[in-house]
């Protein structure tokens, strides 16, 4: 096994005596037959080839193959990126790019060169300035959730959304040096619109997609640079393929729609990655399309594309993520949803329960004990027992292994009953129907059939078809907007 990225260390001149300072990084690797055990998907990303293998050793490969440039490819490489970064081209999107390139090639005279090496020279170019640099084709893949690196010393690995029972895939891209992780940490900073430096060499941001970066540039936080980017679909994914996927079960769905309706508090726990957010972000879309849904949150994760009243605060901190919870009660919402507590904040929510407002959050908690231990550190006694009191469920969802399988499933649910939790739910018992919730729902809602409604629900849940706009448009025909 090799992995080579391609670079020259040295400036030079060429015929024309142009410095030449930039320099392509090409990700490939020879022998990947050779490398490859078990061939597990085949697929491409733009101009790139993504291959997933089992290797003889065991390890599951996530390979990125990127079109060839050979010697003189390098070189007009070199010559455009160099008179890209020192010229005064004014380039907003990419076909001023593409001039900008017809216009460098005409100067230096290699119009004939530049003709034949185009598409590869044009997706390095383009990668390399409106992109994400040799990370590119990683960031891009939809199928991937996550993007870490622990040391630069090591190969940067990933998750993928479909082969989640291998944990992460280990990648062949790798930095060549210390300072070129912080490098490009710096690059990814400026993208966010932050800043990161031996002053503040802590990064937490939003990238321009919407993904969530957490990075250190090293010591003294870490003995080398490290990054998380944390990647969530641009158009969220609906309750119907959760349901599809096996995550959530239609009645439980059914019951959380309900939950919306009657503007109840509930809380979806669970540890790192186990899809709170992206089961939170499904269950809000089955409420009323008219309704104001305020979020506040600290990075973008949490959207509803199609509805007219859906508001977004941001804070960073936990006094700044208090203060906007609080304008967000002034603007008098229906449903109050904070992304994820971890301070402060967690007070407002008890005065939005309270107050008839609904609300909802995430939480970090592998059990219902977990929880409450959580949230009596968080509140004072009056107001965690008011808390307790307006809590309509607890909600579970873990990775759990199925067989050689990682999957996503709600596991268990919980609802408040007098000084403790019931558990109403789990993959072998199903008391919902029996529940204290139900008959709480019923007196909210003012339904004495609360019953066959949650099973009317639960089928119409059933019966429409995957897809954000699908859920949309079945929401809209069922409150007659």
């Known amino acids: 096994m090799k992995f080579t990225v391609f670079t020259k260390k040295n400036s030079h001149y060429d015929t024309k005596g142009f410095v030449l300072k930039k320099v392509a990084r090409r990700i490939y690797m020879e022998n990947i037959n050779e490398l490859c055990l078990e061939v597990l998907r085949n697929y491409n990303i733009g101009e790139a080839s993504i291959t997933i293998c089992v290797d003889k050793y065991g390890t599951t490969r996530y390979i990125v193959i990127e079109p060839p440039l050979d010697e003189l490819g390098l070189k007009l490489y070199s010559i455009i990126m160099d008179y890209l970064y020192t010229s005064y081209f004014i380039i907003y999107d990419i076909e001023d790019l593409k001039k900008a390139i017809e216009n460098i090639a005409l100067n230096f005279g290699f119009e004939e060169e530049l003709h034949k090496y185009y598409n590869n020279l044009l997706y390095y170019v383009i990668r390399d300035s409106f992109g994400y640099g040799i990370l590119d084709s990683v960031i891009k893949d939809p199928d991937i959730e996550d993007i870490e690196l622990s040391d630069w010393r090591k190969p940067v690995t990933v998750v993928h959304r479909d082969f ?254 007098d000084n403790g939790w019931r558990e109403i739910y789990n993959t072998d018992t199903n008391l919902i129907m029996n529940s204290y919730t139900m008959k709480r729902l019923a007196r909210r809602l003012l339904r004495d059939d609360i019953e066959a409604e949650l099973e009317y629900r639960t089928k119409v849940l059933e019966t429409i078809n995957e897809g954000y706009e699908s859920v949309e448009k079945m929401m809209r025909k069922f409150y007659g907007l």
């Open 164 to 417: 989640l029972s291998y944990e992460a895939l280990v990648t062949n891209i790798q930095f060549n040096s210390e300072e070129e992780v912080k490098g490009y940490l710096e690059r990814l900073a400026i993208k966010s619109g932050k800043a990161v430096s031996l002053i503040k060499p802590e990064l937490h941001a939003s990238l321009p997609e919407g993904y969530r970066i957490a990075a250190t540039l090293g010591e003294p936080i870490s003995h080398s640079p490290t990054f998380n980017i944390r990647k969530l679909p641009s158009v969220p994914i609906d309750i119907i393929k959760l349901i599809k996927g096996g995550i959530i079960e239609p009645q439980i769905a059914a019951l959380l729609w309900l939950i919306n309706d009657a503007k109840m508090f509930y809380s979806i726990i669970g540890g790192s990655g186990s899809g709170k957010t992206t089961l939170l972000n499904a269950v809000l879309q089955l409420s009323n399309p008219n309704w104001k849904i305020i979020v506040v949150q600290d990075i973008p994760e949490i959207k509803l594309p199609m509805r007219p009243r859906f508001i977004q605060f941001y804070g960073e901190t936990s006094e700044e993520m208090f203060q906007r919870c609080l304008t967000a009660l002034r603007y008098r919402p229906d449903i109050l949803v904070v992304g994820e507590v971890r301070g402060h904040e967690i007070t407002v929510l008890v005065r939005a329960a309270a107050s008839g407002s609904g609300s909802a959050t995430t939480f970090h908690a592998s059990t219902s004990e977990e929880y409450e231990m959580a949230l009596r550190n968080l509140l004072p006694q009056d107001l965690y027992y008011m808390l307790s009191l307006n809590t309509a469920l607890v909600i579970l969802i873990s990775r759990l292994r199925v067989g050689h399988k990682i999957e996503r499933r709600v596991w268990r649910i919980y609802e408040r009953i």
